[in-house]
């Protein structure tokens, strides 16, 4: 018996050491960071369909030149014996696109990357970050800076980061350990502090989060404009829209905005401080049948006048509405995402599914369908709207998912120009980017996508891609179909369970969510 036991005991531990060698072989598992495309100094664009987004019509028959990533030339006929010819005909140009609401991990060189750049992506504006130098699962201010650099001088294949923003700003339950909780700016000198400290990071801008209490807002939209930063991000349950836009944030992200500021009854649960409440079945239902229009036309003009940009990212809402839907939670992209990822979405789905309750599904539908109403009403008062997927969350499919954020800014009513305006040259002029980038002009980046549609007469051109042009790197159709390739093998790979599993629970922001 003993000799049995001990067998036993060898053969487990044995297959505890097999084990751990497997799962540690797959955290160190190498992983091929894709190259750039050819760089040529000079490239000739030659009699091609230029989309002109600002003015929202087709320049036809044009040259573009292009020497060392920027624009010199946009007219016809130019001559260039020595740049690179790429020929134009029946192509429609149009500038890099941007995606406004991403978030990135310390994985995105090699699964979400070369998907921005396939889908003309060529430049991001991260939403998250970190509080320290570095983190395993959390890309961080450093990681950004760095692909920013690597990018621009084609040492890697990504989307310009041009902006950076650390850890959302929740009222302190989100900071690490190791990290003041004061720093989570629940209170006026906390705010004050942790400006200073994003400050002295390099941050560009401050993401404030849902429940960040008002005393710590106010305080934290004063201090970053003494210092030069500026609030985007969520609107905190604490604080009223007006309150929201007079304080200077420049963006306000999610579809939820006017669906709850537009509801007289919001008013109250505010003062309960009931954020719980706020998501319920009933109440999502009463903020469709009490809207208030007028109220709504008073914040819309508010936020016209002081400039506040809003990023519905309905992408993310239309997971409510087709929670169950077999097509939805069967995306032929699901293989660029990994298998990790891929099983948190469906739960994430099956989630909401359960949130919604028995037969109410088509709460979360009329839900959905009101925010698009909302979003076209906003752009027809003036609001600036921009495009952004908020990426990788669930079934927001990086890449692509901007196409699907545009086809839904189409479906709320905007233009197909005004659609394209606010991933090009809306989303520039919010960077501060205004005419060197966005726009198909001289001095600007040569960031452009070719069309084989005009995505004027149907935003979905913007899906028929042939060649992106991206910091003087050219990729054309077999490149393009290279990336997304290589994201699917390495998505498909066994190594992603022990690297995200490792990375997620050695992650000091990744614990504290999970412990909130």
């Known amino acids: 018996m003993k000799q049995i036991l001990k067998k036993a005991i060898l053969a487990l531990g044995a297959l505890v050491a097999l084990s751990t060698l497997v799962f540690f072989t797959g955290v160190f598992w190498p992983l091929d ?8 100094d ?21 040259d573009v030149l292009i020497e060392n990533g920027q624009i010199t030339a946009v007219r016809p006929n130019i001559d260039d014996q020595i740049a690179t010819i790429i020929p134009g005909l029946g192509q429609y140009v149009v500038p890099g696109l941007f995606d406004m609401h991403m978030h990135s991990i310390t994985l995105s060189p090699v699964l979400t990357h ?27 201010i450093d990681d950004k800076r760095e692909w920013n650099r690597a990018v621009a001088d084609n040492e890697m294949v990504g989307p310009r980061y041009d902006v950076v923003t650390g850890l959302a700003i929740n009222g302190g339950a989100e900071i690490p350990g190791g990290f003041d909780s004061v720093l989570g700016a629940a209170t006026p000198d906390g705010a004050r502090d942790r400006v200073r400290y994003d ?7 401050l993401k404030p989060y849902t429940r960040l209490p008002r005393e710590g807002y106010m305080a934290l939209a004063e201090e970053a404009q003494k210092h030069g930063m500026y609030l985007a991000g969520h609107q905190p349950f604490a604080v009223s ?24 009854g919001i008013d109250d649960l505010r003062v309960a401080g009931d954020l719980a409440q706020a998501f319920k079945v009933e109440n999502r239902d009463r903020m469709i049948r009490e809207h208030d229009a007028a109220r709504c036309q008073e914040l819309r003009t508010l936020m016209v006048d002081h400039g506040t940009a809003f990023v519905p990212t309905h992408t993310t809402r239309k997971l409510d ?84 954020e545009l086809e839904h800014l189409v479906d709320a009513g905007l233009s197909e120009a005004q659609a394209l305006r606010a991933a090009t040259s809306d989303a520039a002029y919010f960077l501060g980017l205004e005419g060197g980038a966005g726009v198909i002009a001289p001095g600007a980046r040569a960031d452009l996508v070719m069309l084989s549609a005009n995505p004027l007469d149907n935003i979905s051109a913007v899906r028929q ?10 990729y054309d159709e077999t490149q393009l179909q290279r990336l997304k390739d290589s994201v699917e093998e390495i998505a498909g790979h066994w190594s992603m369970w022990p690297k995200f599993t490792w990375q997620m629970l050695t992650s000091p922001v990744m614990r504290r969510q999970l412990i909130d």
């Open 42 to 62: 000079r490239i000739l664009i030659k009699g091609a369909q230029i989309v002109d987004v600002e003015r929202g019509v087709i320049r036809p028959d044009m």
């Open 321 to 404: 509405a087709y929670a169950l839907d077999e097509a939805y939670r069967n995306d032929h992209r699901l293989r660029f995402i990994p298998g990790p990822l891929r099983f948190l979405w469906l739960e994430d789905a099956n989630a909401m599914a359960r949130r919604a309750g028995e037969g109410q599904q088509d709460f979360y539908m009329q839900t959905y369908h009101f925010g698009l109403e909302q979003t076209g009403a906003a752009r027809r008062a003036g609001v600036t709207i921009l495009a952004g997927t908020d990426a990788p969350d669930s079934f927001a499919f990086p890449g692509s998912g901007l196409h699907d």
């Open 465 to 474: 891609i042939n060649t992106v042009i991206l910091a003087g790197s050219i």
């Open 199 to 205: 400050q002295a990071r390099g941050i560009d801008f």
């Open 241 to 264: 829209g007006p309150d929201l836009v007079k304080a200077r944030q420049r963006s306000v992200e999610h579809a939820f905005f006017f669906l709850w500021e537009c509801w007289p």
């Open 114 to 140: 070369p998907l921005f750049v396939a889908a003309g992506v060529t430049a991001v504006r991260d939403m998250g970050g970190c509080l320290d130098k570095a983190d395993p699962w959390v890309a961080c």
């Open 33 to 40: 960071l894709p190259k750039p495309a050819n760089t040529p």
